[in-house]
């Protein structure tokens, strides 16, 4: 029994490296044991006779880059299993059906799918919830983001947020890492101080009240609201502080729409 710890996170590029040279001694599923810990290690094996047996495994299995991709989300998931999962797919794939994956009724391939799922659904939230507060650092406007993901999911947006703010200066930190932009380059780093993202910053008061100004209590559906916007963001998200009053006094809103509306 073959015993293997992935110990960065999200851990992919160790499990590729890994998984490539079980491949490479044709290690069945069965007969490893996949172990995570939340321990960051630069390097897991460190010696070039583990990259010379990466090599020959990569010339020898040619791995379709669709699975590849399907891999790279799945591993992002916080699932213990993920690695030995996306293992036993890609041994699946290359020793039993190389159109695996295309088969959705099979076992494997659900679960597979469903922690893909759920990665990109948190990634999604990320750009959705996600709010910026600025600082000023070294004489200059830099922008500073707090966000807690359910899953491994912050690179998964990293180019949606360099293409979107790409002239601006910004950190968003999250439990597990933080990413740091100044224009031109982008920095990792891991295991970031949460009390450098301040409390409030000097614009956030003119976008409450826009928010409230925008909010229609005519049309509000808390139960959808919660759905697409559950409560767990609400603490990252400053204009979340408005939306219990808000609704409280929707029905008392609506009236007075009502009665100034007949007296035209």
């Keep these: 029994m073959k015993t293997i710890s992935i110990t960065s996170v999200p851990g992919y590029e160790q499990w590729r490296i890994a998984a490539r040279e079980c491949l490479a001694q044709s290690i069945p599923p069965e007969n ?4 995570s810990s939340q ?8 010696h070039t006779d ?24 799945a591993l992002c998931h916080r699932d213990a299993s993920r690695f030995a999962l996306c293992y036993r797919v890609l041994w699946r794939v290359i020793f039993e059906n190389k159109h695996l994956v295309q088969l959705k009724t099979d076992d494997d391939v659900l679960r597979l799918n469903a922690l893909v799922k759920a990665v990109k659904r948190d990634a999604y939230k990320i750009s959705a919830f996600l709010r ?4 000023i650092l070294d004489g200059q406007e830099h922008f500073v983001a707090w966000y807690e993901p359910e899953h491994f999911s912050l690179e998964v947006k990293l180019d949606f947020f360099q293409t979107r703010f790409k002239n601006m200066r910004w950190s968003i930190l999250t439990p597990y890492r933080a990413a740091h932009w100044d ?4 920095i990792l780093e891991d295991n970031p101080d949460p009390s450098v993202f301040p409390d409030e910053d000097r614009i956030e008061k003119y976008w409450l009240t826009y928010y409230a100004n925008i909010f229609n209590p005519a049309r509000i ?6 759905s697409s916007m559950p ?10 502080s ?3 009053d808000m609704i409280r006094g929707s029905g008392a809103r609506v009236r007075k729409m009502i009665n100034d509306g007949n007296k035209r």
Excluded: C
């Design 183 to 186: 224009t031109q380059t982008l």
């Design 32 to 35: 490893i044991v996949w172990q």
């Design 242 to 244: 408005l939306i219990e």
């Design 221 to 226: 559906k808390k139960n959808a609201m919660l």
């Design 132 to 135: 910026f507060r600025e600082v």
């Design 231 to 240: 409560k767990k963001y609400w603490k990252n998200m400053p204009e979340t």
């Design 50 to 73: 583990q990259k010379s047996k990466v090599v020959t495994a990569a010339a020898k299995h040619s791995i379709p880059k669709s699975v590849l991709d399907l891999f790279k989300y």
């Design 39 to 46: 321990s960051i290690q630069d390097d897991l094996f460190g």
